[in-house]
């Protein structure tokens, strides 16, 4: 009895520790542990943990499950943070379990004011000190006592006003700050990135994503098209402490499908942007699509690697864009090294050498309908990719899938969604798509285990050998790393649409899925 | 994009905002319409998988209002989805680009030929060895209990001559072989990385995990084999047969009919 009470004190005292910034820059030290929305800044989703692994994962099965009794798409991953877990859901919910048992600690429920229909997705949470931060869908920043989840303090991004701005991604805790972005590419929305100090949630900072006139870039707007032109940052940036540079991937223009209204370049949609967190000013940028129409924003995760190029190592940030080529810049200067198609692409005939992309004929959406490869979602989307240090190769989900896209000149309505018109899968031929292998410093693919749905789901790698990840009919799987056999599946029963974690608690490992309204955690046999 | 552009899409189809002014509202709709009604009514709104909206006759209720119902809640047990996220102008501008395309009263026009004719082509033709009317039939191929309301008779003609020329996602064929040399057609029923399953001609289910076949083929043929030469005056019976199913024959038709274009 007293070596438990022993045991349960030395547990309690563990989890009482404060995750400080030190930690979060240490993150991949606490292979245990998973204390941001990557796994660690520079986004690798890999873990050096092998107690599931090649030869015992067919012995892989659920521990337990937690439901949420939410509906709709599961977008979340969890933190895990010395044997607790937290995530969040729709509707302004966030909650702490024990990661051994799923047995709940807390749950928050965001008040919302009445009247507001706010139910956009939730991706997560991030931690600093004993607080968790999240935003909520009305474009709210929460801070929560990460012991109680009772709230600290709110900031409002936005006003509040229906079919305009509205917040989903899981925040970002850089130093002393709150890094989040907002939503609304198709709702004429403006698009910024913000920084909150964690101890008051006053604004530090916030960069707006698309220049007025007079400012740098402003010129690439016909016109005052860039008070409506979109480029919101909808999804969770990396961050280099030892440049002390965020990376930030910014949203498509809009309106998203009829480019005539905002002829130009359109900076710094569909970019990658490169911040000091510090002070919110723009280091370098690059764009990936210049004056895109096809929705092809550049959301996909700023992996962040260290890699051999042309025989010596170089600092790169790595990007499967949606638009279907793998690009591989200089992480300190932005230099362009490569970009290659990792999909079937029917819209660029080549990328030039500062990788601008040189069009094909025909690409453009119209009033008859123009058909283009990739689809409107792109050959990938914002779920995660992962990088396998032992193999060197970069896995990602990849869609194949076409759509004709038809355009129109939209009128401007606040509220009202503006994309100047539609687009339509084609119905010729099937969608597919599949897990990838690429080797990042050739853009080749190594291997790819097909689907047989175009999946919105992402990957995890481990020392074990194993990539996970998920598809559209709700299958967890498990794959060799090197050789892309599938060895062990689960069908959860509906589509999966966020990326797996792992995780340790007491001398074991975890798998965590979110599914349908559920997390389910799988491990081996005790 | 935000959360999943393409299942979005299928549900609940963008629309573009437009201008006031009558003229234009017809114009607009007219570009409402290809780009979102145009897929299954054809491009001139004559008919296709959907009914033309030129001759379709609306049998329960004929206002403004009822087509605006039909928009933007469906018709369910048909494949006409809910748009409910249509704005109300566009919804306005669709109706009147509807209305101008067959005046404001919309009358149906009959199929020619003796229907009591052919239905017996029907029978002996043996369409009913794969497809239902009411409780009699196969579940093989489409239910054509209420084809009429459904489908325009040009429609109907080519699915009848040249039946590999639209093939509904839920009618697509399949041809598995077994790794014990088996070979297996059927109608795919579902799919997935790891599964198949089909509805066979004997109105059985066939299950397999993908581990167990040799491959998978998609044929780009109908499992529907092509009436080229069913003589013209049977063909047209037939065809005024077809026309008249309206899902009245049953009570299981009738739980099925909703108010909308029938």
Redesign the interface.
């Known amino acids: 009895m007293r070596r438990l009470a022993l045991g349960l004190l030395a547990l309690a005292s563990l989890s009482a520790q404060q995750v400080t910034s030190d930690r979060l820059v240490n993150a991949l030290k606490e292979q245990q542990n998973w204390l941001t929305y990557w796994g660690d800044y520079s986004a690798i989703r890999h873990r050096d943990l092998k107690q599931i692994n090649t030869s015992n994962v067919r012995n892989l099965r659920l521990d337990w499950m937690y439901q949420t009794g939410e509906t709709g ?1 599961f977008e979340t991953v969890p933190l895990v943070v010395d044997g607790v877990m937290y995530f969040t859901a729709a509707h302004g919910i966030a909650v702490a379990l024990d990661a051994r048992s799923g047995r709940q600690l807390w749950q928050y429920k965001h008040a919302f004011p009445s009247g507001r229909n706010a139910t ?2 939730n991706r997560g949470l991030a931690i600093l000190g004993d607080r968790l931060f999240m935003v909520t869908a009305d474009s709210n920043v929460v801070a929560l006592e990460a012991k109680t989840g009772r709230k600290i303090w709110q900031a409002e991004m936005a006003p509040w006003v229906p079919g305009t701005h ?1 917040a ?1 991604l899981a925040p970002l805790v850089i130093k002393d700050k709150v890094i989040v972005g907002i ?4 709702q004429a929305v403006r698009g910024f990135i913000d920084a909150y100090d964690a101890k008051t949630g006053e604004r530090a900072w916030r960069f707006y994503t698309i220049p007025l006139k007079g400012e740098p870039g402003g010129d690439t707007w016909l016109g005052d098209s860039a008070q409506h032109g979109g480029g ?1 940052a ?1 999804m969770t940036g990396t961050y280099d402490p030892q440049l002390n540079s965020l990376y930030w991937g910014v949203g ?1 223009p809009g309106p998203d499908l009829f480019g005539d209204v905002r002829k130009g370049d359109n900076l710094y949609s569909c970019s990658l942007v490169v911040l000091d967190p510090d002070t919110g000013k723009l280091k370098w940028h690059f764009q990936f699509t210049p004056h895109d129409t096809h ?1 092809w ?1 550049a959301a996909e995760t700023p992996m962040l690697l260290d890699i051999d190029w042309k025989g010596k190592p170089r600092k790169v940030v790595v990007q499967a864009n949606r638009n279907a080529f793998f690009y591989v810049l200089d992480r300190e200067t932005g230099e362009f090294l490569m970009g290659k198609p990792f999909a079937r692409q029917t819209w660029a005939k080549e990328l030039d050498n500062k990788g601008r992309p040189i069009l094909m004929a025909n690409t453009e959406p119209n ?3 123009n058909r283009v490869c990739p ?3 792109g050959a990938t ?1 914002w779920m995660a990719p992962s990088y396998n240090p032992q193999t060197k190769l970069f896995y990602l989900a990849v869609r194949e ?1 076409c759509d004709i896209f ?1 355009a ?4 401007l ?1 606040e509220g ?2 503006y ?7 084609v ?1 010729d031929e ?1 969608e597919s798509g599949s897990l990838t292998a690429l080797d990042p410093a050739t853009g080749e693919t190594k291997w790819a285990f ?5 999946p ?1 789901a992402g990957t995890l790698s481990t020392a074990g050998g194993l990539i996970f990840s998920g ?1 559209e ?3 967890l799987m498990a794959f060799d790393a090197a050789t892309g056999e599938n060895l062990w ?1 689960i069908n959860t029963g509906t589509r999966l ?1 966020t990326s797996p974690m792992t995780y340790m608690v007491g001398g074991r490992q975890y798998v965590t899925m979110p599914s349908g309204g559920s997390i389910l955690t799988f491990a081996l046999p005790q | 994009m935000k959360l999943l552009p393409v299942a979005v899409a299928l549900l609940f189809p963008f629309f573009i905002s437009a201008q006031n002014g009558s003229e234009q509202d017809v114009e607009q709709g007219r570009a409402l319409f290809r780009s979102n009604c145009a897929f299954c009514h054809g491009l001139t709104a004559g008919g296709g998988r959907g009914p033309s909206l030129i001759s379709a006759k609306l049998v329960r209720g004929s206002t403004n209002d009822d087509i605006k119902n039909i928009i933007r809640s469906g018709v369910p047990g048909t494949s006409m989805p809910s748009f409910e996220n249509i704005e109300k102008d566009d919804l306005d501008k669709l109706v009147r680009y509807i209305r101008h395309l067959g005046g404001s009263n919309v009358i149906s026009v009959p199929v020619n030929g003796d229907a009591d004719a052919g239905k017996r082509v029907y029978g002996r033709s043996g369409c009913a060895g794969c497809h239902r009317i009411g409780d009699e039939g196969s579940n093989f191929g489409p239910d054509l209990s209420r084809v009429g309301s459904g489908r325009s008779s040009d429609y109907i003609h080519q699915s009848i001559v040249e039946p590999s020329a639209d093939i509904p996602a839920e009618y697509e064929g399949v041809t598995l072989f077994t790794k014990d040399g088996k070979k297996i057609t059927g109608v795919r029923v579902n799919e997935d990385t790891f599964t198949v399953q089909l509805r066979l001609g004997n109105d059985r289910f066939a299950l397999f995990n993908k581990s167990e076949l040799k491959e998978v083929i998609y044929p780009k043929q109908s499992l529907m084999p092509a009436y080229k030469t069913l003589p013209a005056k049977d063909l047209q019976n037939l065809l005024a047969y077809l026309d008249s199913l309206r899902g009245q024959q049953t009570s299981g038709a009738d739980a099925i009919k909703t108010k909308g274009i029938k």
């Open positions: 798409a956009a997705v509205y989903s939503s609304g590419g198709e919101p909808w498509n929705d924003d009033t008859d309908g689809g409107l979602a989307n899938q038809y129109a000149p939209p009128v309505i009202k969604s994309w100047g018109s539609v687009f339509r899968g119905t099937k097909k689907y047989f749905k175009a919105w598809d009919d709700g299958y599946k649409v």
